[in-house]
């Protein structure tokens, strides 16, 4: 990562922004694996608002053979930039294209701190937890579980040790 002189201003603002923008909603899916992803548009709706409520604005640009490089801006003149390269699955222009538009999500939350999460309104939070299986004497990767320590096992480790 590379920054200017000073990121005084852009953290401040960076803490603005993210106290701001909450979680982004998951909103494509991937029919390949099953599952949900924030896709490009979506991040972008998400954040060009709050970002420049507090005077933060970004540029991507491809950089050399599969590469992007990324810099986030404030009003200040001071910035934090980064790149990175990712191969294509295919060598053709839909699979740099893939994979050049994958990097800027990838690039974007990671460098905004964004968090992505599938909105189930607190449903998973709020049910009840399945119960464990507690004569099951391995795990699907064929290891023993881990030993679950009762609150005497931890006291009696904390004050004497760890002895096995």
């Given amino acids: 990562m590379q920054t200017s002189e000073s990121i005084k201003e852009i953290a401040a603002a960076m803490c ?9 909603k998951k ?10 992803y924030a896709d490009l548009s979506s991040i972008l709706d998400a954040i060009q608002e709050p970002l420049a409520a507090v005077g933060l604005s970004f540029v991507q640009f491809p950089s050399g053979s599969y590469g992007l490089e990324t810099m986030l801006m404030h009003k200040s003149g001071e910035w934090i930039r980064e790149s990175y390269t990712m191969e294509p699955t295919k060598r053709d222009p839909q699979g740099a294209g893939s994979v050049l538009s994958y990097m800027r999500r990838y690039a974007l939350t990671a460098i905004l701190g ?6 189930d309104d607190g449903n998973a939070a709020s049910s009840p937890t399945p119960p464990q299986n507690q004569t099951q004497t391995k795990t699907d990767t064929g290891r023993k ?19 096995t």
């Fill in 16 to 24: 603005e922004f993210q106290a701001k923008i909450g979680v982004i």
């Fill in 27 to 36: 909103d494509a899916v991937n029919p390949f694996f099953k599952s949900k």
């Fill in 114 to 119: 964004l968090q992505t999460d599938e909105d």
């Fill in 145 to 163: 579980p881990a030993h679950k320590f009762t609150q005497a096992e931890t006291q009696r480790m904390a004050t004497e040790g760890f002895k």
